[in-house]
């Protein structure tokens, strides 16, 4: 049973070379070494547990459990996949109570059977603080006696398959281990050096007088516990190193007092907390008179808003006026940007930009005569053949650019925002476009039925009918809409549904006799289905003409795929469409900071029943959990970089706020906190930054390993001191040593820098001198060899630390094996970002997400606020495993500056990493003081080298960023859209 031992002998099994899992539960407060537990079979005994009312711990008196039905399956299943091993078994103690079950499953299965005395487990659990011996003691003792009178049951039934040991035989030596699994049970094991440490497996309470009192007081768990020594297999040595016979129970000077003494400190501590109480209460109470007056002020807020509301009423139909003038006018801001005098005036600007004009302090001379050496640089390397090309290049697009539209056609969706309403001229489809796709779909080899979900409750008519609508008018005609009607109390839902429902026989309709909430009406909905994808509609959505369409045409360029999803906007109650959210590919640890797949979101249905479909209890993110589980279950994630759904907005729409439904917060965190300890992950979930919609994982460490911090640097000794203070006195993390690479400083100042460092650190800083010409890569590689650490943390000079834990923050996502290289948040002194994420392609090769932004921005859909994958992140603040660096090459020194750390992320991705970006580590960046600026032509030449070295070697990852969106400028770093 559990605290026997068992994770001792598991461990010990498994460096003999028995495959006990590859998904082992890991260390723990209560087993520091690892628990050594097979998570398949842990929670397959924690769900039959659940099933039947008992805790997941297995604290019940039930000596046997049935196992249902259902389980069976899932049963047959976790054996399966070991059947191909040679030597496998599994530790888990909660099999003591399924040992009949597994061996009518495995018939030739063979049990190893560790018991522990009953005062040593009793003490154990005791320590553990489970809340159920608090209210109930004795229940260990019944607990103990239930679990190792099933052992001796099972034994008694099948003699020849079992081993019964005292888990101090097995701590005495593992050689009694070996040879009785070898002997008796005729299972052949290599050999294996001790684990055991006296630490980790207390019997200091078997000199006590506990066991006396055992077995005074406890007299059937004594007897069980002889029963047990009797069928175990000793040796006449181990005999020697069981308990003591108890002696008979000393006078009151041994124990007694010592008890007492214990009983009065915890009255102590308990009147202490009654007094604490007692204190809260009174805040309490004050808390409630102020909240009744509070509530007061509120009734009369009321009454005044009442009055604004019908203000606010009669400036409704002013602001409707306003509004055609407004359309009359942007009609006129059409017509002046279409005409050649417009494209004449933008020419100029773009022109005035790409020679450095385009501010008057551009004029001035210095500035000049910089932009003179850039164009000698592009020349020196390039040739003039070339800068005449791109130049005439620039032109005849500017000249041939297609005029806008003076009016915009009646098919095309509206927007007040001018960029958007350009880009859905541009990329909406129009009549003749729709009538293309429809005769494109009979060319389809593959057309599945794509089931559209919707649950429906008392939704507003006009939004109701427009939903269903939108679906009957998808070019693509192989679908079935699926409603489930969750018991509406509005009359004239059932009669609307009706009547779809006689115009068109692929529309289905269950109507609910009790209201569900969304996640039991989706539930039935999804029962009705047949198609072979599902998607879901919200009932006051509405998809675009060609969504199924597009969906369809990916499944036939992969019918592989599983899950599908699809960029969104928004729609309002007068139907005009805004925030166009233009999303990356999947991205999973962005996906953990916020639900951003959405709509319109397509899903295999067989995966869908195989998850049971939406949990009751996560309504409000119940599409959020249902993605997590999900995904769990397949990589064959698509995302179709296009506007295919409109999410309406209005009152009480999460669409409008997340902040009208609250209680989906809190079902997020829920999700998310469950879907990482399935996933073998575990860790807390805190709020991100400035916000309470969105999360950020913290993960539990599972090693403090030793973190190697590499700075490179030259001179500018007051910026190294900055540097060097900021890790040694706000760094809470303690076991790191810190790299300096002197790359030939000849500043006094640095000098004496490095000096006191290393004399006030002696045992964290090594400071090693390499006076080469500057190349960045080459430094750190020799760097990395010099270091000792597990993980690597690239640090540039001119950098200062602002978050004590960063390094707990970056090692959490570092250690995971699924990550790359971890990056950091990267300020300006004046508090505007300097670093959050790198996008590949921004100004050719890569460039800062949001650089400039004001710290106090959430970014693009909270992009700065959020954990998010990115192709890359810069170096000045990095870690990675040792490990990965190794695998991939380390940093390419043919890149001596620029984008060596770029490159390092691209290969890391193209050997299936994942690179992260965290908001919640903080650092100032003075950006590359070290090296100075390159604004000579040499640097300059160097610099247009590496970056035609870079689009060459990663011309695919550049040109189409899978962190990023098409539909998304590649000029700018503020996610602007791509007109």
């Known amino acids: 049973m559990h605290r026997s031992g068992t994770s001792l002998t598991a461990s010990l099994l498994q460096s003999a070379g028995v495959d006990i899992g590859q998904r082992l539960m890991g260390a723990g407060k209560s087993n520091l070494k690892g628990h050594f537990e097979d998570l398949d079979f842990v929670e397959f005994h924690e769900s039959v547990f659940h099933s039947q009312g008992i805790s997941k711990e297995g604290w019940t008196l039930h000596r046997s459990i049935q196992v249902q039905e259902q389980y069976l399956a899932q049963a047959k299943s976790i054996i399966q996949k070991r059947s191909s091993k040679s030597t496998w078994g599994w530790k888990d103690p909660r099999t003591t109570l399924f040992l009949n079950f597994w061996h009518d499953l495995i018939p030739e299965a063979k049990f190893l059977l560790v018991y522990r005395s009953p005062w040593e487990v009793i003490d154990s659990l005791y320590r553990r603080s489970d809340e159920v011996f608090y209210k109930n003691p004795n229940l260990a003792v019944d607990i103990w006696v239930n679990y190792n009178q099933a052992i001796i049951d099972f034994y008694d039934k099948f003699p020849e398959q079992c081993v019964i040991l005292n888990i101090k035989q097995i701590a005495l030596s593992s050689t009694i281990l070996l040879e009785t699994v070898t002997n008796k049970l005729k299972i052949s094991t290599g050999s294996v050096a001790s684990l055991y440490e006296e630490a980790l497996l207390n019997d200091q309470i078997s000199s006590s007088h506990r066991s006396t009192l055992i077995k005074h007081h406890f007299t059937e768990a004594f007897d069980l516990y002889q029963q047990l020594n009797a069928r ?186 001018v960029n958007y309403q350009k880009w859905l001229l541009k990329n909406y489809p129009d009549q003749a476009e729709l009538c293309k796709l429809t005769q494109t779909v009979e060319t389809f080899s593959y057309k599945p039925v794509i089931s559209l979900i919707v649950p429906v409750f008392n939704t507003p008519e006009y939004f109701l009918r427009q939903a269903i609508d939108s679906v009957l008018n998808q070019v693509y005609s192989y679908w079935e809409l699926c409603i489930a009607d969750d ?282 001198s390499l006076n080469i010409p500057f190349n960045y890569s080459k430094i750190n590689n020799l760097a990395v060899k010099k270091a000792r650490g597990k993980y690597l943390l690239f640090l540039n000079n001119d950098t200062e630390v602002v978050t004590p834990d960063w390094i707990n923050a970056m090692l959490e996502q570092a250690q995971r094996p699924s990550v790359g290289a971890v990056g950091a948040l990267l300020l300006y002194p004046d508090n505007t970002i300097q670093h959050a994420g790198v996008v590949a392609g921004i100004g050719g090769v890569a460039g800062h997400s949001h650089k400039y932004f004001p710290t106090s921005s959430q970014g693009y859909f909270s992009h700065i606020k959020t954990v998010n994958n990115f192709s890359a992140v810069t170096a000045a603040c990095l870690m990675c495993r040792r490990n990965v660096f190794e695998e991939v090459g380390g940093l390419d020194e043919d890149l001596a500056v620029a984008f060596n750390d770029v490159d390092f992320c691209f290969k890391l991705v193209e050997k299936g990493y994942r690179n992260i970006y965290l908001p919640h580590v903080v650092l100032y960046h003075y950006e590359s003081k070290s090296r100075g600026s390159d604004d000579t032509t040499g640097k300059l030449a160097r610099f247009i080298k590496e970056t035609q070295y870079m689009q060459s070697k990663w011309n695919i990852i550049i040109t189409s960023d899978p962190c990023y969106n098409p539909n998304l400028t590649r000029n700018r770093e503020d996610y602007s859209i791509k007109i």
């Open 487 to 768: 018991a509406s109390t509005e009359p004239y839902i059932r009669s609307i549904l009706e009547e779809y429902v006689s115009k068109d026989p692929r529309i289905k309709v269950v109507f609910r006799t009790e209201n569900g909430h969304i996640s039991h009406a989706s539930n039935s909905a999804i029962e009705i289905a047949t198609g072979e994808f599902i998607a879901l509609l919200d009932h006051d959505d509405l998809l675009t003409p060609d969504a199924l369409y597009e969906v369809v045409l990916l499944l036939n360029r992969h019918p592989e795929a599983d899950m599908i999803y699809s960029d969104e906007d928004k729609i309002d109650e007068q139907n005009r469409l805004r925030d166009p959210f233009f999303k990356p590919d999947w991205c999973p640890d962005s996906f953990l900071s916020r639900m951003y797949t959405c709509h319109l979101g397509t899903y295999r249905r067989s995966i869908v029943n195989e998850i049971g479909g939406f949990r009751v209890g996560y309504e409000g993110s119940q599409d959020y959990d249902f993605v997590l589980r999900f995904t769990e279950k397949t990589e064959n994630i698509f995302h179709i970089p296009k506007i295919l759904y409109h999410w309406r907005m209005h009152t009480n729409s999460t669409a409008s706020s997340l902040d009208s439904k609250n209680y989906a917060v809190e079902a997020a965190k829920k999700a998310i906190s469950e879907a990482i300890h399935r996933r073998g992950e575990p860790g807390i979930v805190t709020a991100a930054p400035g916000s309470v919609d969105y999360h950020i994982v913290r993960y539990d460490i599972k090693h403090y390993d030793l973190v190697s911090i590499i700075i490179p640097t030259k001179n500018l000794g007051e910026m190294l001191d900055k540097c060097l203070n900021s890790i040694f006195e706000s760094t809470t993390y303690e076991n790191y040593e810190v790299i300096l690479i002197d790359n030939g400083s000849t500043e006094v100042q640095a000098i004496e820098v490095m000096n006191k460092w290393q004399t006030r650190e002696p045992d964290k800083l090594n400071y090693y």
């Open 232 to 417: 175990a297999n000793y040796t006449n040595y181990a005999l020697s190193f069981l308990d003591n016979e108890p002696v008979e129970l000393p006078s009151y000077k041994a124990w007694v007092l010592q008890d007492w003494l214990e009983v009065r400190t915890l009255e102590k501590d308990l009147k202490l907390s009654n007094y604490q109480q007692q204190q809260t209460q009174l805040e309490l109470e004050r808390s409630q008179s102020q909240l009744q007056q509070t509530q007061l002020e509120l009734e009369r807020s009321q009454s005044q808003l009442q009055q604004t509301q019908l203000e606010l009423e009669r400036s409704q139909s002013q602001l409707q006026q306003t509004k055609v003038e407004l359309e009359r006018s942007q009609v006129v801001i059409t017509a002046m940007e279409s005409s050649k005098f417009w494209q004449l005036r933008s020419l100029w600007f773009k022109f005035r930009s790409t020679f450095g004009l385009a501010e008057d302090i551009s004029l001035e001379p210095g500035n000049l005569w910089s932009r003179g050496k850039y164009l000698f640089a592009v020349l020196r390397v390039k040739g003039l053949k070339y800068a005449l090309s791109k130049l005439l290049k620039v032109l005849s697009q500017k000249f041939e650019a297609p005029t806008l539209p003076l009016e915009i056609p009646p098919e095309i969706p509206h927007s007040d925002d």
